[in-house]
């Protein structure tokens, strides 16, 4: 299986708003609504920020959202602050029943 | 709130194999609609799925490493394990045990362990 597509980098000043994109095939992305997100942070583990395309978990800021078209998901974080700056992990279930993860995108606010 | 907590060899030699283990509390890992999973990261690198296994015993594993991995699950210790045969420096990398959230409409990652870093090297 082949990993999910992320844009390297992306950058924004604060209050901004940046979008990260998250290409699949039909197999995978484009298959089901079962997209999540996930912020890592330096040396920590990763954090659910958005499941099932669209949903956020308890405690995660409504600045960050989620949505598909096709093949293709999509994070968006509004009112861009400096403690968004991290790396940022899309995953989908498969088909197959497999999970595949995007090759993640580093977050730079400026 | 489910609490996942790995251990393990921090160094293993090439050509041996990886041995992993992932303690589960707050929650027994017989609960329905979730996959106990292992991911790993490379040093500087993404994020890669390598297998899940549920309480039932059912297993998946990524096509990449389906030949080398083992997954296995011990339900009266409430734990499940990850073996990485032949292992190369390409499997140095910080290994996470997470749990897989999988119902009729819903699936994805909710909770993670911190991770531990294995090295393979001589």
């Known amino acids: 299986q082949s990993a999910l597509t992320q844009p390297a980098s992306v950058s924004g000043s604060p209050g901004q708003s940046i979008t990260i994109s998250c290409t699949g095939t039909?197999?995978?992305?484009?298959?089901?609504?079962?997209v999540s997100w996930y912020q890592q942070q330096p040396g920590k583990a990763p954090k659910l920020m958005i499941y099932?395309?669209?949903n956020r978990p308890s405690g995660v800021s409504i600045r960050f959202s989620g949505s598909k078209s096709g093949n293709t998901a999509s994070l968006t974080i509004s009112g861009l602050q400096a403690e968004d700056e991290a790396d940022y992990y899309c995953?989908?279930?498969?088909?197959?029943?497999?999970?595949?993860f995007g090759g993640g995108t580093k977050l730079t606010v400026l | 709130q489910v609490q996942l907590q790995e251990s393990g060899p921090g160094l293993v030699k090439p050509s041996e194999t990886l041995s992993l283990t992932c303690t589960v509390s707050?929650?027994?890992?017989?609960?329905?609609?979730?996959?106990w999973s292992w991911i790993r990261q490379p040093p500087g690198k993404g994020l890669e799925w390598i297998a899940y296994?549920?309480?039932?015993?059912?297993?998946n594993y990524n096509p990449s490493l389906k030949s080398r991995v083992t997954i296995s699950l011990d339900t009266s210790k409430n734990h499940f394990s990850l073996k990485l045969s032949s292992v190369t420096a390409a499997d140095t990398a910080v290994y996470y045990c997470?749990?897989?959230?999988?119902?009729?409409?819903?699936?994805?990652?909710?909770?993670w362990g911190q991770g531990t870093l294995v090295t393979v090297s001589s």
């Open positions: 997470a749990s897989l959230y999988c119902s009729r409409n819903s699936c994805y990652l909710n909770y």
């Open positions: 707050g929650g027994s890992v017989s609960r329905g609609s979730y996959y």
């Open positions: 296994i549920y309480y039932s015993g059912s297993t």
């Open positions: 039909s197999s995978d992305v484009g298959a089901y609504n079962y």
């Open positions: 099932d395309v669209t």
């Open positions: 995953s989908s279930y498969t088909r197959s029943s497999t999970l595949v």
